[in-house]
């Protein structure tokens, strides 16, 4: 047998041409669906803890006096995402993957189908916390927002390129901690615009709310 594991090696595992093709007019069916109801939607992704629910919550503080908001939000086993955001009362639809490490277009087209899409303009789509998975699966959303948090470490941005050259909106978040962390936000900035120079930029604290309009503004909402 060949040796596959010899140290200093790597090599490249490509999705499968088929499932990729499927995903891809899956994703397209659900933006047909959005768009013939006028709905915007927002697909946010960023691994566990780096503070995606923060963010969404906080951008609807912003925004619900000014869009009819609606948010499904995707976790392996737990409600506690949904029941934060359930605060700020707004229609919000949990979605369970049972294990699964990110939403797929087939998943939320079927959440779609229990959303009352005449009733909103704005869907925020929690995606599972992965910056792995869900980087092969669009699930049809017109942007995608990425966070990075500083707590993460310095070389997010390059350890994950796929999932930021497919992103439209880049946030680094948690910058209040970045000095602790040892964390120079500007080559972090950098880094991410090496990647994807078409990328918008943008540093939050998003606990404290700091950052958060010039997302909302980024994101063109």
Request: proline share 4%; with cysteine; glycine share 8%.
């Amino acid at each position: 047998m060949p040796d596959t594991e010899r140290p200093g090696e790597s090599f490249d595992i490509v999705l499968n041409v088929d499932l990729s093709k499927r995903t891809s007019e899956l994703a397209e069916r659900n933006l047909a669906l959005l768009d013939e109801h006028g709905v915007t939607a927002v697909d946010v992704l960023g691994s566990v803890g780096s503070g995606k629910t923060t963010l969404i919550n906080r951008m609807i503080e912003r925004l619900k006096g000014r869009r009819r908001i609606g948010v499904i939000a995707g976790d392996i086993t737990t409600r506690i995402d949904a029941e934060r955001i359930e605060v700020q009362g707004v229609p919000v639809l949990q979605i369970q993957t049972g294990g699964t490490c990110h939403l797929d277009a087939d998943v939320v087209r079927r959440a779609l189908e229990r959303v009352d899409l005449d009733a909103i303009d704005l869907l925020i789509i929690e995606n599972v916390g992965n910056l792995i998975c869900p980087a092969a699966f669009p699930v049809g959303a017109h942007q995608r927002l990425l966070i990075l948090s500083v707590t993460e470490g310095p070389h997010m941005a390059v350890k994950h390129p796929i999932m930021v050259r497919q992103a439209d909106v880049a946030v680094i978040n948690k910058i209040d901690l970045a000095e602790a962390m040892e964390v120079a936000l500007e080559r972090l900035s950098e880094d991410v615009r090496g990647v994807n120079p078409e990328i918008d930029v943008v540093l939050t604290n998003a606990r404290a709310g700091e950052g958060v309009d010039d997302v909302i503004a980024a994101l063109g909402l």
